[in-house]
């Protein structure tokens, strides 16, 4: 019998989790997530995971379950989230899975080409990061290959020295050698792609940022600013404090910061999401659709 994973991904607050927990509950099935940033236990409000109540009701995979002190990349999640499927499509025919990090889910759909890496070339960006600063980097990715700089987060130094690393290295552009070779998978895929208006998107991003600060935000990042230059806090949500710790501005600015990075996050998402080809574009609240997708696919 087919085995189907459900997929469904799309920019922050869209509503994933909602979509997620809706169908992983009407067909009786777990849900695996794609978020790389959700891993993290420490980054337990900032990362906006899904609450105890709903984690609760369906069993979730890859929340949670490692410290930032225990990176996980993209291929190993690849490796990890495989095994993983593998033991559930034991006693599931079909499994959701859910998030919003485009690499992590071009890892689980179609596998990360094998990237070459030279400690020698990467050390020397790091010592180039240090002594001209991260702009003079950001400038010659942007001259190298526009394509990988337009939808690459520039305020991430590790991505930023990664890609340089690997056009150093092999004398061709980052994009270009992304998911060039699909792997094949031994399950059938159902890819959703959820989006809405972008202003009522950009209200429910300024909106969820608030209700992270109600609920801690703040003193999540004050207990995790000695390990800022980590690379899971070099994302949206924690950066934008540690210059409000060291009083360059106010409070009233952060909260500023944190929604107009979120913002630009989510705009960078949607330009990832449209290389997927097959992906089905719905509004979350579209249950006929969602349902007429899976009627399609042979799922229901």
Known sequence: MAKYLLNICGPTAVGKTGVALYWAEKLECPILSTDSR???RELAIGSAPPSQEELDRVP????????????????????????????????HDIVVAAGGSGMYIDALLHGLDPLPTDAAIKEALEKRTEAEGLAALKEELFRLDPEHAAKVDVRNPRR?????????????????????????????????????????LYDRINRRVHLMIADGLEAEARSLKSHAELPSLQTVGYREWWPYFKGEYDLDRTIELIQQYSRRYAKRQLTYFKRFENALWLDPNDINSQEESLRKAGVL
């Open 160 to 200: 930023i020295i990664r890609a340089l690393e690997v056009i150093a290295i092999t004398g061709k552009k980052y994009s270009e050698q992304l998911n060039n070779t699909p792997k094949d998978r031994p399950f059938e895929i159902v890819n959703w792609l959820l989006n809405m208006d972008r202003d009522k």
């Open 38 to 40: 959700q891993c993290y």
């Open 60 to 91: 979730h995979h890859f929340i949670a379950d490692r410290s930032i002190h225990n990176p996980i990349t993209a291929g190993e999640f690849e490796q990890l989230a495989l095994e993983t499927l593998d033991t559930l499509f034991q006693s």
